[in-house]
């Protein structure tokens, strides 16, 4: 049976744009509860672990440079389905591929400053919440 939450991550990128309103208008009206919310910056160390599964690719060092080089927002976002429901939001990690109307068609301008992160598994949705946020923060 699917899970009803999934976790995301407002990128930098997406901040730096001025984004951050847009994208959570269209999150909360796409039937998205927030349950947990925190505007944060990932240390090198937090990004290096965050995206661990990436470690041997070659975009890697790009990524986590990317991903601590400001402010993000993380939140857990609860729904019917959440982590289906919200990749088939978010769209194709590369824009150029993405459906209209998805947030990355929107608002990503390349593959890897894409504006936001999505979890792909009701596991990771889990794991993830758990790298940001306490019990405790979550309502
Ligand atoms: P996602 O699940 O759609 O976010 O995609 P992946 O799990 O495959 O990749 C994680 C993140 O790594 C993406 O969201 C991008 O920010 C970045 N990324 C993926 N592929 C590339 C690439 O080819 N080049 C660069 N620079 N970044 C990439």
Redesign the pocket.
């Known amino acids: 049976m699917s899970g009803n939450r999934t976790f995301t991550m407002l990128?930098p990128d997406a901040v730096e744009n001025g984004h951050i309103g847009g994208i959570l208008e269209k999150i909360t009206a796409s039937g998205f509860k927030i349950v947990a919310m925190k505007y944060t910056q990932l240390s090198k160390r937090d990004a290096q672990e965050f995206?661990s599964?990436?470690k041997e690719?070659?975009?890697y060092g790009?990524?986590v440079e990317?991903?601590t080089r400001g402010p993000i927002v993380a939140a857990i976002l609860e729904k019917d389905n959440a982590v289906e429901d919200f990749?088939a939001l978010?769209g194709?990690?590369?824009p150029a591929e993405a459906a209209d109307g998805t947030i990355r068609k929107l608002y990503a301008t390349?593959?890897?400053?894409?504006a936001?992160?999505?979890s792909?598994s009701d596991e990771n949705a889990a794991i993830e919440g758990a790298f940001h946020f306490s019990g405790r923060e979550i309502y």
């Open positions: 990128k995206y599964v990436h690719r070659p975009f790009d990524l990317f991903m990749r978010i194709a990690t590369n390349s593959i890897g400053e894409n936001v992160h999505g792909d």
